[in-house]
Every structure is written in structure tokens, then in C-alpha cells.
């Protein structure tokens, strides 16, 4: 698992101008950060096995109207899982479909008012091992998908968390991976980056630099991956963003991610 996050982390954020999409992802709990924080990036680099494919199963859940109608065929989930290895190619993951749609015809549940309503459904409908995907319309809770990391969400061991998406976002190519990367226990890039310059991650990736400027720390903040820039800022902002003065690290570095 430590070498797949590694290879993950390279690959999954080449994601364009979809890097700040609407994601309601939370931060991860502090497990997951201690997790990342505890592998040796050079180590696995160099004994990564090329060949090493894991092949993830997948259940899909799908939210219908009361009268069975859906907003998108099986056949548009099964192009978007398409996509979704494509990406996930240079990984080494592949996706795959292990048991038939399940589906629930219930405009309560098509178009939920509040996140709690699918959670409910995760946490007595999950099927265990596989990775679980709830479809349903997100358009009222402003979002397009959330994940839960590793070991958190709803359900219990074997059949604890998963994902939710919105079906307005599944045609786009990057939401999906987006999710998944979090599934699979990646952060955000600006997770505790933005609110406290403290603890924010910070521009340089020099771990030798000299007083009074502070050391590169990118394997300690932020999403604990250095090949990510350091990010700015958690709210949504377009494909090209101008840093201003407020805009920087401990050092007075700007930010400037790569959108």
C-alpha cells in the first residue's frame, strides 16, 4: 500500500484546472497524516516493483427517482470507472466491477438535503470488501463528490466508508479520481496550509536552508508529498490565480500551485 500511494501521488494530480473542484472532502483524521509521515519516499521510489498491478473492486450504488428514471445510464458510470483507470494507469491501479448496480429508487435519497442522508445509507448498505460508490444529484449541498480516508466513515471494519458523487460530476473526467485519491488516503495539497503559517507547508524544498529562513517541511505539512507544490488557499479559485501579499509562507515565499 505504501508503494501504490507513492506512485498515486505522482500521477493523480495532473488534473488540471479541476485540482479546486468542489469537493467536500474533510481533512483527514490524524491517523492518516501519521501514516504518510512514517514512509520512507526514497526507499520506495527506488523498490517499487514495476510490474506490481493492484486491482481494486468496485460496487456501485445508484440513486434513482421514485419511478426508477436516473440521470445517467450504467453505461455512463461504467465510461467514467474507464477514465478513471486510464488515470490511474502510471499507478498501477486498476478498477473493476465486481458485483452488479445496486439500486434505490427514492427521491429522498436521488436528491439528498443533507450529506447525513447517503451516510445512513453507507453505513447500512456498504458491501465489504470492496470500494463503495454512492451516485446521487449533490446540486443542493453545492458539492460534486466526497470521500472518506481509510479507517473513517460510516459502517465498520470490512464495510466502513467509501465515496459519494454527484452524477453532474461524473462525465468530467476528474472527479471520480479526485475522489478516489482520497479514498486511498491522499490529503489536499492546502490541507492545513491556508489557516495557520505555523503549520502550513511552505514553498521552498530546501531542508537545508539558512536562519532565519525555515527548511523545506513538505513531508510534514500539507498533503505530505513533495512532488506537490505548496498550495494557498482551500477556497475555490479559477485555472489562474495571481498571488497577493497574502499569499505566502512562514519565509514571505508566494504560493503558487500549479491549478
Not at 508503494?3 to 473542484?21: D, G, H, M, N, R
Not at 523498490?47 to 455512463?76: E, F
Not at 509562507?249 to 491549478?259: A, E, K, Q, V
Amino acid at each position: 500500500m505504501k508503494k501504490i500511494l507513492l506512485a498515486i501521488a505522482f500521477s493523480l494530480y495532473a488534473v488540471t484546472c479541476f485540482a479546486q473542484e468542489v469537493c467536500g472532502t474533510e481533512d483527514p483524521p490524524q491517523h492518516v497524516y501519521d501514516f504518510l509521515e512514517s514512509l520512507d519516499f526514497e526507499m520506495l521510489k527506488t523498490s517499487r516493483r514495476n510490474d506490481t498491478i493492484l486491482n481494486v473492486p468496485i460496487q456501485l450504488h445508484m440513486m434513482r427517482s421514485s419511478t426508477g428514471t436516473s440521470p445517467l445510464s450504467p453505461a455512463d458510470i461504467f465510461a467514467a470507472i474507464c477514465t478513471m483507470n486510464e488515470r490511474y494507469t502510471n499507478a498501477k491501479i486498476n478498477f473493476y466491477i465486481k458485483h452488479a448496480p445496486l439500486y434505490y429508487d427514492s427521491n429522498h435519497l436521488l436528491n439528498p438535503s443533507a450529506s447525513s442522508v447517503i451516510n445512513t445509507l453507507m453505513g447500512n448498505a456498504n458491501v465489504p470488501y470492496v470500494m463503495n460508490i454512492y451516485f446521487a444529484n449533490l446540486g443542493s449541498l453545492g458539492l460534486n463528490g466526497y470521500a472518506y480516508y481509510p479507517n473513517s466513515g460510516p459502517g465498520s471494519n470490512v464495510r466502513q466508508g467509501g465515496l459519494v458523487m454527484s452524477y453532474s460530476a461524473v462525465m468530467n473526467g476528474a472527479t471520480l479520481s479526485h475522489e478516489t485519491g482520497h479514498y486511498l488516503s491522499l490529503p489536499h495539497p492546502f490541507n492545513q496550509t491556508s489557516n495557520n503559517k505555523l503549520m502550513g507547508e511552505r514553498v521552498t524544498r530546501d531542508f537545508n536552508e539558512i536562519s532565519p529562513r525555515q527548511p523545506a517541511n513538505c513531508y510534514q505539512a500539507g498533503d505530505r508529498f513533495c512532488d506537490t507544490q505548496a498550495d494557498f488557499k482551500g477556497s475555490r479559485w479559477g485555472c489562474i490565480h495571481t498571488p497577493t501579499a497574502s499569499d505566502t509562507d512562514l519565509n514571505g515565499d508566494f504560493f503558487r500551485p500549479d491549478s
